[in-house]
């Protein structure tokens, strides 16, 4: 594992142009050489510490990660204020992603109720999915995700009382219909735990990874307790399951055989062998193991570069970039 220390105070930290981004202070751009750049003309004073940008970074959504205040950016100007409902709002991630259809860009949020995931077109402001059919199931959706093609979007929420639940959504049949997005398959697959992270492999490959908490114990057969698998979309199947013999919480993948596993320190796990195949023991990565955080102040912020498979952890005044060997 390679660690590369950036002296640089950021607000926020995302990947862009294979450098690291502080979109809330003009869109200041470091790359990993020692340049730096001013991507855009305005800061935001407000105490955001979170942002997402469109895949070419003409969009930008800066928020609270446990907050209800976001703006809406388009090429450094304020497009409008963004809020979600106040409900549970300080306990879980604030839920937001862009995604790519059919030549448009659209914020993928909840702006009418905590649990009703819609589509806002970023230009216009028109949430396309509010139509009044709409009934959502009783979730908290949070760590939104879209698969490289765009075809699925992943909700990794949670539920009273609660138990933490990873959705999938078909994002072209979403468009058509709205309501899909409203379901709760809370036991799907005879699942026998609740499954507390989640993170595409590719296309139609999910990793996920279960917590210790048996929500079904009635002869399940996956992803019992304490454990990691790899969820087929197309067949709708688990394989590759296995128990760690380690505590683990937020898993990003690598590919279908590695995977970042962030909890306390960063480490990369064999996703055949089940061993931990390298670490950095002297990075404190968080204990983040669910969407529900309650104390922000023992997570630091960290982007994951989807496309590198880097990571960059936030470490007070400077970033820890960790990119494997």
């Known amino acids: 594992m390679n660690k590369q220390i950036l002296d640089?105070?950021?607000?926020?930290?995302n990947w862009f142009q294979d450098g690291i981004v502080d979109w809330a202070n003009a869109g200041t751009?470091?790359?990993?050489?020692?340049?730096?750049?001013?991507?855009?003309?305005?800061?935001?004073?407000?105490?955001?510490?979170c942002a997402i940008n469109s895949t070419d970074g003409k969009y930008v959504f800066i928020y609270q990660k446990l907050g209800t205040k976001g703006l809406l950016?388009?090429?450094g100007e304020i497009l409008r204020e963004i809020n979600r409902s106040y409900y549970q709002a300080d306990i879980y991630e604030y839920p937001a992603t862009f995604l790519e259809y059919d030549k448009k860009t659209f914020l993928v949020h909840c702006p009418t109720n905590y649990c009703q995931l819609d589509f806002e077109e970023v230009e216009t402001g028109e949430i396309v999915t509010k139509v009044k059919q709409r009934k959502p199931a009783d979730i908290f959706h949070s760590r939104l995700e879209v698969s490289p093609n765009?075809?699925?979007?992943?909700?990794?929420?949670?539920?009273?009382?609660?138990?933490?639940?990873?959705q999938v959504y078909k994002v072209e049949d979403c468009f058509s219909?709205?309501?899909?997005?409203?379901?709760?398959?809370?036991?799907?697959?005879n699942i026998g735990s609740e499954l507390s992270t989640a993170?595409?492999?590719?296309?139609?490959?999910?990793?996920?990874?279960?917590?210790?908490?048996?929500?079904?114990?009635?002869?399940?057969?996956?992803?019992?307790?304490?454990?990691?698998?790899?969820?087929?979309?197309?067949d709708n199947k688990f394989f590759n399951q296995w128990k760690p013999s380690f505590e683990f919480g937020n898993l990003f993948s690598?590919?279908?055989?590695?995977?970042?596993?962030?909890?306390?320190?960063?480490?990369?796990?064999?996703?055949?062998?089940?061993?931990?195949?390298?670490?950095?023991?002297?990075?404190y990565?968080?204990?983040?193991?669910?969407?529900i955080l309650f104390d922000i102040n023992k997570q630091p912020q960290i982007s994951f570069d989807r496309e590198r498979k880097r990571l960059a952890i936030k470490d007070n005044n400077r970033v820890l970039i960790l990119t494997r060997e």
């Open 8 to 13: 640089f105070q950021l607000q926020t930290i």
């Open 29 to 49: 751009l470091y790359k990993t050489t020692g340049q730096k750049s001013q991507l855009r003309k305005y800061s935001f004073g407000f105490n955001f510490d």
């Open 73 to 75: 950016i388009k090429e």
């Open 150 to 166: 765009g075809k699925y979007l992943l909700s990794k929420g949670w539920v009273w009382h609660p138990i933490d639940v990873v």
């Open 177 to 189: 219909n709205p309501m899909l997005l409203d379901k709760l398959d809370y036991n799907f697959q």
């Open 199 to 234: 993170s595409f492999i590719d296309d139609s490959k999910i990793l996920v990874g279960s917590s210790e908490e048996v929500i079904n114990d009635d002869n399940s057969t996956n992803v019992p307790a304490q454990s990691i698998a790899i969820w087929d979309l197309k």
């Open 254 to 283: 690598i590919d279908k055989t590695f995977a970042w596993d962030l909890y306390k320190f960063p480490k990369i796990i064999n996703l055949v062998t089940g061993q931990i195949v390298d670490k950095a023991e002297d990075v």
């Open 285 to 291: 990565s968080g204990e983040q193991k669910s969407a």
